[in-house]
């Protein structure tokens, strides 16, 4: 995951790597990722990080509502950030991990 781990570390630094890799191992890879936003009412936006084309922004509150206070909360700890800056990170740069985690427009099967 060389490529991901500068791409996420140059957005928004290199703190920001094991965050963004244990919510990946968290949630069963870019699969559970994108299940997590389906299932929170963001289907379209997620969909469009799949899919070729432009990345619609999600929000961090957007963020919040998909991994939950526990997830976020835990990860922040680590991090040594509060919750509320975590999601601000994690809303920029999910869209582009998870679109070149699906360079081909398709979720990989966990």
């Excluded at 936006?45 to 990345?55: A, L, M």
Aim: hydrophobic share 45%; net charge negative; no cysteine.
């Amino acid at each position: 995951m060389g490529f991901l781990d500068g791409m996420i570390g140059g957005m928004v630094g290199a703190a920001m790597v094991p965050v963004v890799n244990s919510l990946l191992e968290q949630h069963g890879g870019v699969q559970g990722i994108v299940n997590q936003f389906e299932t929170n009412g963001l289907g379209s936006t997620v969909n469009s990080w799949v899919q070729q084309g432009p990345n619609h922004p999600v929000a961090p509150e957007h963020v919040q509502k998909a991994f939950g206070d526990q997830t976020l909360n835990e990860l922040a700890a680590k991090a040594g950030m509060t919750p509320q800056e975590l999601a601000a990170k994690l809303a920029q740069v999910l869209p582009h991990t998870v679109d070149a985690l699906t360079p081909d427009g398709v979720v990989p099967k966990a």
